[in-house]
C-alpha cells in the first residue's frame, strides 16, 4: 500500500506543509518511492508514494485540480475505463486520482459508490469546503483519523499519530472486544482514533463529522438461471475477471498458497488464463508437528499439478517467547503478538523477501462466501420467512440425513436461528470471559454495528441478514490491519472483488451447499482447472493442541506477566481471576484457552508499547 496523509483545520498553507513534513519519517518506511507534499487553504495532503502497478506512475499526487480540489489515492480503481468513458474522458493518460475529482464533480459524494477496486481516499472539495475520507467496499486499505479541536489528522498508518508531543491514551473499549475475542469493527488501540469503516465515507463539513455508507453487502434479489451451467459460467467469468484485476503486471506477483482450495483456485485460475512463462509465484507454510496440519501433501500436489515450485516457509519452530515484540529504532502501535513473530518475520524475509515481491495475493473469503460452511440453516429460514411450509419440512428433512439428526429439533433450530439474525448482534454473559473487568459494559456489542438499519432488516431475507453479518466477519481478518514487522507488502483479496461478491450473494443458496455436499458452485466449475484432489479435499478444520502445549511450556514466564499485570493495573482485568484461568486450562479445561492466550498477547503487547513509550 501507498501512505496518504493529511491535516484539515489549520488556516495557514505554510503551518499545513511544515506539520506534514513533520510527520513524513513516521511512515516513510511504507513509501518507498518518495514523499510529495501539497497545501492549499487550509488542507494539507501528502502522498507516500509504493507503486505496485502500471497505473499507479501516471500523474502526480497530491493531485489539484483548476478548482481547487485536492486529491491523495492509495489504490487502484479496476473500472477506470468505464469510469472515463462515462466521464468522457481519455483512460489511457487519465490517472485514478484526476477520475477521483472528475467523477466527484459529477456525482458529488456519491461518487465513492461507483469505484470499484482496492482504494482508500481523501477529497477536498474547495467549493464546499467540505472533507470526505473514503474506503473500498471491503476495507482493503486502512485510513485512520482523529480530531482534535477544529483539526483532523488521518492516515494510512497509526504511526502518524504517534508522536511523543501528542501521546495516546489507550481506548479500553478496543482492549475489551480484543480480550473477549469479538470484533473491534472502527474501534483502534487509541482513544480518539478511529478507521473509517469499510464501504463508508467521513463527511467533514463546518465541524461537523458524519460516517454514511456508499455500498450495502446484503441485497434482497437473487439471480435464477434455468442450469446450473449459467451459473458455472457467471462464476468462472467474475472470478477470473478478479484474478485478473488482482495480477495486473508491472511488479512481480506472490500469491498464498496452503493447499486448501481457495488459495489452489486462485493459482490455478491464474495458470489457466495465462501461459507458462507468466505464471504467479507462490509461498505455502507448513506446521509438521500438528498432526492435523496435512498442508504439505496438498500444496505439493498444486505445485506438481503445475509443474512450478514455490517457497515453502517451515514454521513448526515458531513457540511463543512471551517477551515483547522490538523493532529497530521503530515503534510498533498495533495489536501483534510476542516476538516470536518477528522471527517469523525474519524467516519469511530470509526465504521470500529479497525485494522482488510487493504484491501478496490472499485467498481470503473464499470459504465463507463460497459455501465451505456446511450449514441449511440461511436457506431453510427463508422457507420459514416465505410460510413455505412444506418446502422447509422437505428442505429440514434432507439436511437431517447427512448427519442423522432428528427433524423436530432442527426445525426449533431454525426458528430459533431465524429469530436471532434479525436481533441486534450481542454477547450473551456466558461468552464475556469471567475476568473482565466490570467496567467495561460496552464490550457486548460495541463495534457489532455496522450490518444496517432496521428497515433494511426487516425487508432483507435471512440469508441475506446472513450474508451481511458473515461479510463483516471476514474483514475483520484481514491482515492489512497490522503492517509487516519486517518487509513491506501489498495484500490483495480475489474473492473480495465487488463484482463477485455482489454475485455469491445473489446466487440461491442451493448452488453454494447442498446437504452432504459444500462448495458445490465452486467444484463444479473448476473442474478440471484445479487438481481433483484439492476439489474433493476434505474441510480444513482441526483443533489444535498447540495452545496448550505452549501455556504449559511457558508457565513460569507467564505466571510472572500475570503477577502484576498492566491489564489489570488499567482496570480491564481481574488479576486473580484471569490467574485461575490461565491454570485451569493448564489442566486441560479448554472453554476459555483461546481468551487466556488473547489475555496473555495482550499483556505481552501492552508492556511493548510501555517500552517504546508510544503512548
Not at 480480550?179 to 465515507?201: E, F, M, N, R
Request: hydrophobic fraction near 35%.
Amino acid at each position: 500500500m501507498s501512505v496518504i496523509y493529511g491535516i484539515c483545520g489549520l488556516e495557514d498553507p505554510k503551518a499545513n506543509r511544515e506539520a506534514l513534513g513533520s510527520l513524513a519519517h513516521t511512515t516513510a518506511r511504507y513509501g518507498a518511492d518518495g514523499t510529495f507534499i501539497a497545501a492549499k487553504d487550509s488542507v494539507g495532503m501528502a502522498y507516500q508514494a509504493f507503486h505496485t502497478h502500471g497505473r499507479s506512475h501516471l500523474g502526480h499526487q497530491p493531485y489539484l485540480d483548476a478548482r481547487g480540489n485536492m486529491v491523495t489515492l492509495d489504490g487502484r480503481l479496476d473500472n477506470f475505463e468505464e469510469l472515463a468513458n462515462a466521464l468522457g474522458i481519455s483512460p489511457v493518460e487519465t490517472s485514478d486520482s484526476s477520475l477521483v475529482l472528475s467523477a466527484f464533480e459529477q456525482w458529488g459524494k456519491e461518487c465513492f459508490s461507483h469505484f470499484i477496486g482496492e482504494w482508500a481516499v481523501a477529497v477536498w472539495s474547495a467549493q464546499s469546503q467540505v472533507l470526505y475520507m473514503a474506503r473500498d467496499h471491503a476495507g482493503s486499505r486502512t485510513l485512520f483519523y482523529r480530531r482534535i479541536g477544529d483539526v483532523v489528522l488521518w492516515s494510512t498508518y497509526l504511526e502518524t499519530f504517534c508522536q511523543q508531543q501528542n501521546q495516546l491514551e489507550l481506548n479500553k473499549e478496543y482492549l475489551g472486544c480484543l480480550l473477549s475475542c469479538q470484533p473491534v469493527g472502527d474501534l483502534t488501540p487509541y482513544k480518539g482514533i478511529q478507521a473509517v469503516p469499510p464501504a463508508h465515507y467521513v463527511e467533514l463539513k463546518k465541524g461537523k463529522m458524519t460516517t454514511e455508507p456508499h455500498w450495502n453487502s446484503g441485497t434482497c434479489s437473487q439471480i435464477h438461471y434455468r442450469t446450473d451451467v449459467e451459473y458455472d459460467e457467471h462464476f468462472l467469468q467474475l472470478f477470473g475477471r478478479a484474478i485478473r484485476r488482482s495480477t495486473i503486471p508491472v511488479e512481480v506477483i506472490l500469491a498464498e498458497l496452503s493447499g486448501g482450495m481457495d488459495s489452489s483456485s486462485i493459482v490455478c485460475m491464474s495458470d489457466h488464463m495465462s501461459n507458462l512463462a507468466n505464471q504467479i509465484d507462490t509461498v505455502s507454510y507448513y506446521d509438521d508437528t500438528e498432526a492435523d496440519w496435512d498442508d504439505r501433501p496438498y500444496f505439493q500436489a498444486v505445485e506438481r499439478y503445475r509443474q512450478k515450485d514455490g517457497f515453502h516457509v517451515d514454521v513448526s519452530s515458531r513457540a511463543p517467547r512471551y517477551e515483547p515484540v522490538s523493532l529497530d529504532n521503530r515503534a510498533y502501535p498495533y495489536f501483534c503478538g510476542d516476538r516470536s513473530y518477528v522471527d517469523i518475520a525474519n524467516l519469511f524475509e530470509r526465504i521470500v523477501g529479497d525485494g522482488r515481491y510487493r504484491v501478496i495475493l490472499s485467498g481470503i473469503g473464499g470459504d465463507e462466501l463460497l459455501g465451505g460452511v456446511p450449514t441449511g440453516m440461511p436457506e431453510l429460514a427463508n422457507y420459514l420467512r416465505e410460510c413455505q411450509l412444506p418446502k422447509l419440512i422437505a428442505r429440514t428433512f434432507s439436511w437431517c440425513l447427512p448427519g442423522r439428526q432428528p427433524l423436530i429439533p432442527m426445525l426449533w433450530n431454525t426458528f430459533r436461528s431465524t429469530i436471532d439474525l434479525y436481533r441486534k448482534p450481542s454477547l450473551d454473559d456466558e461468552q464475556i470471559p469471567p475476568w473482565l473487568s466490570v467496567e467495561l459494559p460496552k464490550v457486548k456489542g460495541s463495534s457489532l454495528g455496522l450490518i444496517g438499519g432496521a428497515k433494511k432488516l426487516i425487508g432483507a431475507k435471512p440469508s441475506s441478514v446472513a450474508n451481511d453479518r458473515t461479510w463483516w466477519s471476514i474483514l475483520e481478518t484481514l491482515p492489512n490491519g497490522s503492517p509487516g514487522l519486517k518487509g513491506c507488502y501489498e495484500y490483495r483479496f480475489p474473492y473480495l472483488d465487488r463484482d463477485l461478491v455482489d454475485f455469491l450473494h445473489r446466487v440461491p443458496r442451493e448452488q453454494l451447499v447442498q446437504p452432504g455436499r459444500r462448495r458445490l458452485l465452486m467444484r463444479r466449475a473448476l473442474e478440471g482447472i484445479v487438481p481433483a484432489e484439492v476439489l474433493e479435499r476434505k474441510r480444513k478444520a482441526f483443533v489444535s493442541q498447540a495452545p496448550i502445549i505452549h501455556l504449559r511450556e511457558g508457565r513460569q514466564r507467564i505466571e510472572k506477566l500475570l503477577s502484576d499485570p498492566l491489564i489489570s493495573q488499567y482496570g480491564i482485568v481481574h488479576q486473580a481471576k484471569l490467574l485461575s484461568a490461565f491454570r485451569a486450562a493448564l489442566t486441560g479445561e479448554t472453554k476459555w484457552v483461546c481468551h487466556v492466550t488473547r489475555a496473555i498477547e495482550a499483556e505481552v503487547w501492552l508492556q511493548g508499547l510501555r517500552a517504546q513509550a508510544a503512548y
